[in-house]
């Protein structure tokens, strides 16, 4: 097989992966409305479970991209995911009436130890994808236009996750239930199995591998620019996470606080979050077209001062202020509902976010050569942000209400705005990286 041949079996792979990635990540917040009636608290701990994941596996799996390569890595990621996905199916079979120390039901338990076995192999796969593409794509604006192409499927995987969680709920009660979701975990199961089997006949570059007898001088954490990213890593994916995720919770919330939707307000918030994901795909394809000609720091810029005008606009925006917005109801089925408009406003923010996540990763590792995998590893650690930081918007909404807590995700935007204006530069082009 010609070197070319290889290399897009090896985009089309990564790109595959990277789909995987969402959907077992976006199932994590829809699950939340499940386990919300019974713990009000709950929403955002699955998600938390799946992150904090990143935090203890990032740089392990860092380490193991340099030891066994990508393809075994993956493998491994692969099989740690089929467990996981397994023991969230499980929560829907025993436990429900079992105590655990007078704090919550062992199911509960069971399927927050599935969320954090399932957060392992995310880390890991994320970890594999995104030097992958990079380097595929030879770095700079060209490998940015390769993780945006691996974003887009990424996005659409994302786009469908909440939305089929969300009608297989409909309305949330206390007879909702693991159970009311299982098809999902089957279809989820399928394909890590399946995901298996195609990675291991598939050809995949070992980078690392060439550079096995490479001194190491130092390390990713001497370049400022990386280190810099590694905290705009951790604050984009705590805000990608948390504007569809608080949107969700605040379309399902019948009460004065939320929407105010009394019917299928689950199912509505799922699909209407969705379209918060579809259009992070419609970004990243847009991405994929232009990354070639305008650079990653003119973009990242434009998209962070866009995301907080869209966000300002949201909170002041009052909820009696209405628009239609396609949502689903177990009625009515697909149709058009009332919602407040600052939910438009919210899901147009997909378009900035998708570019975010490539623009950072790319920027941070530009000019580190040999560095790259390990700073892989820490980028992926600190997408525990995805975990910490809704769940800090989550209580920030508990105590000022729902559009108070999207401050938090003003002030977010504002460092990543700016890492692309100022942060981003190089200023340790000094450290040897052949």
Request: contains cysteine.
């Amino acid at each position: 097989m010609s070197s070319k041949k290889t290399n897009i079996v090896a985009v089309v792979t990564m790109c595959f992966i990277f789909a995987m990635i969402s959907f077992v990540t976006n199932m994590a917040a829809p699950f939340g409305n499940i386990w919300k009636f019974t713990y009000p608290s709950a929403g955002m701990m699955g998600n938390l479970m799946n992150f904090t994941a990143y935090l203890f596996m990032g740089i392990p799996a860092g380490k193991l991209l340099m030891r066994i390569g990508y393809k075994k890595t993956t493998l491994a990621a692969l099989a740690v995911g089929l467990v996981g996905v397994i023991i969230q199916w499980l929560s829907s079979k025993f436990g429900a009436d079992v105590d655990i120390a007078g704090v919550m039901k062992l199911n509960f338990a069971i399927y927050l130890l599935g969320a954090l076995v399932c957060g392992f192999c995310v880390c890991m796969l994320n970890t594999v994808v995104n030097p992958m593409l990079n380097m595929l794509g030879g770095g700079g604006n060209k490998g940015n236009q390769f993780i945006q192409i691996g974003g887009t499927l990424n996005s659409l995987t994302g786009t469908l996750t909440p939305l089929l969680v969300g009608a297989m709920i409909g309305t949330v009660s206390e007879k909702t239930a693991m159970s009311d979701v299982a098809p999902l975990l089957f279809i989820a199961m399928a394909v890590f199995a399946i995901a298996f089997v195609i990675i291991y006949f598939v050809s995949i570059p070992e980078p690392a591998a060439e550079r096995s007898n490479v001194v190491y001088e130092h390390s990713a954490w001497k370049f400022r620019h990386t280190v810099l990213g590694t905290v705009a890593i951790f604050f984009y994916v705590g805000i990608e996470i948390g504007i569809p995720a608080q949107l969700n919770f605040y379309l399902a919330d019948a009460s004065d606080k939320g929407a105010g939707i009394l019917v299928n307000g689950a199912a509505i918030g799922g699909a209407i979050a969705a379209i918060y994901w579809l259009l992070m795909m419609v970004g990243r394809a847009c991405s994929t077209l232009i990354s070639g000609r305008v650079a990653t720091k003119v973009q990242l810029s434009v998209v962070s001062t866009v995301a907080i005008i869209l966000i300002i606009a949201a909170m002041f925006t009052p909820k009696t202020v209405t628009i239609s917005m396609p949502g689903y109801s177990a009625a009515d089925g697909f149709a058009l509902f009332e919602v407040p408009l600052s939910s438009l406003f919210f899901v147009l923010c997909g378009l900035c976010t998708s570019l975010m996540w490539g623009g950072i990763f790319n920027l941070s590792v530009e000019g580190i050569g040999k560095y790259t995998e390990q700073a892989s590893g820490i980028f992926m650690m600190m997408v525990v942000g995805g975990g910490i930081m809704p769940l800090i918007q989550d209580k920030l909404a508990g105590w000022f209400g729902y559009m108070n807590s999207y401050w938090l995700v003003v002030a977010m935007l504002a460092y990543l705005l700016f890492y692309a204006l100022v942060g981003c530069k190089n200023v340790n082009k000094d450290i040897p990286v052949e």
